[in-house]
DNA sequence: CGAATGTGCAACCGTTGGGTTGCACTGACC
DNA sequence: GGTCAGTGCAACCCAACGGTTGCACATTCG
């Protein structure tokens, strides 16, 4: 009970943890990506592109050019997106809980954009997991058949 | 809309995907990942070493040695945690659904066991999409220099 | 055979969660 | 200053989920 470790359940108070910047806990990570909606909210948000930024609407001029890679809003979203614009909100606040999303206020918008990098490291994690697993059972594997030499 | 595809929702009708073996969907695992008994289960099963297999109760005798690492059965992992041995069935159904998990039927017990290799390669999955992301990101940022630039 | 252990199915309950609608608010633009 | 796009909060609905209880069925052991 001592290798892998991935919920926060035997966790101590946690009482000096400031939020310091990404994972909150891996499964609200998990539960994050749990949904198939907030999967194509991430992937509208990882190649958000520039010149397809603010998508239709926009009618009197190109407006956001310049800081074109600055993210989407949760209405431009909304746009590419089968659900309205309050579900785009919400999927967005629990990805932000879990470290999946950072947003940055610009004008009177709120843009968003994907953490690649909290996603690999969720990746990293689960890897060495597994590693563990596997490594244990080997070692059962090796001192079943040892029993079973005698 | 075409590097990282871990969703099966633009996925084709899939006709001649036979149930080869391992994971069904990513966000069946992930959905599976993400709540605490099922980690608890997880790792009650990751280190299920040999001697504590049937734990408390038989006794009758050692019954169970030969093949030790077989596994825990639902009950046994009732018994380890603090709910109910349907709840555990319910969470091994999801986790076995979901490819994180493998039972075999021995007597009139069923012997689950956990496969890290899904994890492991769960994990590998979600490193890639992270890194594709971080990359596009990466793009972006330098068109948008050019631009400056130019 | 009878008793015990283990499993599976089904009903039921409380809570969570995805989604919508509606409204109030604030910042930008004419 | 008035209007318009965009956001945020709150209420509400319905489906899914975690969990329990209860019972019926199989299988092993005395």
Redesign the interface.
Known sequence: ?S??T??G?AAPPDPGTPPASGTASP?AA??A????TR??VL?AL?????GSAAGAGAPGGGADAG???AGLTASALADRLPVTRQAIAKHLAVLEAAGLVESRIVGRERRY??L???????????????????A??GR??A??KE??RG
Do not use: C, H, K, N
């Not at 990506?33 to 198939?36: G, S």
């Not at 909290?118 to 689960?126: C, I, N, P």
């Open positions: 009970m290798s892998a991935p919920p359940s499964v998990f539960a990506l749990a949904d198939e999967w194509a992937q990882a190649d958000a592109g520039p800081t074109s890679a954009r994907a690649g990098a909290e996603l690999t490291a969720l990746g990293r994690r689960l890897e060495r997991i597994g590693d563990a697993w596997e244990r059972l059962i594997a001192i079943a029993l079973e």
